[in-house]
């Protein structure tokens, strides 16, 4: 019996090069070895047989990718294939998978972070990853400047001895503000100071920030990756080292490893992420454009628009607008009421990304008052975007014409 290395399931052959939209089904024809066959295999064993000795007891500081198979909270085949495959897309070396978008997060602060580090984290992100590092991260010894990462003046500024991490998110969640990848990795590598951005609601499709200087991408899978609002994932793609010391301190001792079930359903979603994401990013135009000409709607905010106030950083940063929209009405809680009970084809629901459209009102003072907690100019700075609160519209892939309807229907 020799079980020495693991075999890499699902990386794009290197032989034939390939685009990104062949490389998201695995670049190829790449057949089961014994069963010839195609969809990428199931493997729901917990455990494997070892050659003693093949292994240690403890995964601290190995890369345990270096070792066969043993434990699934180490590495499952088919989470690798899932992460072979998220490499690729990314232009990354290695992936680590998690249980959820949140714990790829919990991943990185925790990988990378001890008692008397200091984090930037964009001053507006998904208010998960806000509240874990305004609020949790504190605990630990670990200080926290929240930022406007747009401002690349801001960033500097905020950048003290012990900051090890900023964190970013583009376009961010929920006001749609990017943030230049390449400028802000210029001034945080300048001060010995890593990057990881969340790219949930780009994708590869649109950017990938590794190619604009960025050490760690982050997903969570459950939005546009798999597209289909049924598998909770996430995921960190960069360098080996960095990831293997992620898989090894984060995946490991958190214990929020992802599933080979779901890694399995999120590999089928990626399968059609480009004719998804361009048929989202297509409807994204047209209700944006309805938007923007309805009478009731007082401002929309989408990064492929022409009045996008970041337009220049969009068409350097981004190849398609995205599936994301906001929008503004007079009275936002009136219109999320009549919203909940008119539409028809769009769900009033939270989460975003999935093949169904959905929206959702993200009141201003309830945000800001849970989450964000801003005061001054930077609530100034949030409110020029949002406004008393936006509805925040994750674009599906329905009949754009239904979707124009529907919001009609809706907006009254
Ligand atoms: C940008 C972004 N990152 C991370 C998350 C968290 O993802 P998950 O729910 O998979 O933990 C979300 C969820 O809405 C999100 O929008």
Redesign the pocket.
């Known amino acids: 019996m020799e079980l020495t290395s693991q075999p890499l399931p699902g990386v794009a052959h290197e032989d034939v090069p390939m685009r990104p939209a062949t490389r998201a089904l695995d670049g190829g024809l790449r057949p089961d070895p014994v069963t010839g066959a195609i969809a990428p295999n199931l493997v729901a064993s917990v455990n494997n047989v070892f050659v003693p000795g093949a292994a240690g007891f403890s995964a601290e500081g190995a890369d345990l990718t270096d070792l066969p198979y043993l434990y699934a909270r180490w590495t499952n085949p088919t989470v690798r294939a899932l992460e072979a495959r998220l490499a690729s897309l990314e232009g990354g070396e290695e992936a680590l998978c998690t249980a959820?978008?949140?714990?790829?997060?919990a991943a990185v602060f925790f990988g990378l972070l001890k008692a008397g580090d200091h984090l930037v984290v964009s001053e507006v992100?998904?208010?998960?990853?806000f509240e874990l590092a305004t609020r949790i991260l504190p605990d630990f010894g670990i200080s926290v400047s929240a930022v406007d990462l747009s401002d690349l003046e801001a960033v500097r500024a905020a950048i003290r001895p012990e900051t090890r991490l900023i964190h970013a998110?583009s376009p961010?969640?929920p006001i749609l503000r990017l943030t230049d990848l390449r400028g802000l990795s210029e001034i945080a590598h300048a001060a010995g100071v890593l990057v990881s951005v969340?790219s949930?609601?780009a994708t590869p499709v649109i950017t990938r920030p590794l190619e604009h200087g960025v050490d760690l991408v982050?997903?969570?899978?459950?939005?546009f990756m798999n597209g289909h609002g049924d598998a909770?994932?996430?995921a960190v793609i960069g360098g080996k080292a960095l990831i293997a010391r992620l898989r090894s301190r984060s995946g490991v001792y958190l214990g929020a490893t992802l599933s080979a079930q779901n890694a399995w359903a999120i590999l089928r979603g990626i399968d059609t992420l480009f004719p998804r994401l361009r048929t989202s990013c297509a409807n994204a135009a047209v209700l944006a454009g309805f938007l923007a000409s309805h009478p009731k709607v007082t401002k929309v905010t989408w990064p492929g628009a022409e009045d996008h106030p970041q337009r220049a950083l969009a068409l350097r940063q981004m190849d398609l607008g995205g599936g994301m929209i906001t929008f503004q009405v007079a009275e936002p809680h009136a219109m999320a009421r009549a919203m909940a009970e008119r539409l028809r084809v769009i769900h009033y629901a939270?989460?975003?990304?999935h093949q169904r459209s959905i929206c959702v009102l993200i009141p201003t003072a309830e945000i800001q008052a849970s989450t964000f907690r801003m005061e001054g100019a930077a609530l100034e700075r949030y409110r020029t975007w949002a406004g008393e609160g936006v509805f925040r519209l994750s674009v599906g892939l329905e009949d754009p014409a239904d979707l124009v309807e529907d919001l009609a229907r809706a907006l009254g």
């Open positions: 959820t978008g949140v714990a790829a997060i992100c998904y208010a998960g990853a998110e961010c969640n969340d949930t609601l982050i997903h969570s899978l459950t939005k909770l994932g996430g939270f989460s975003l990304g």
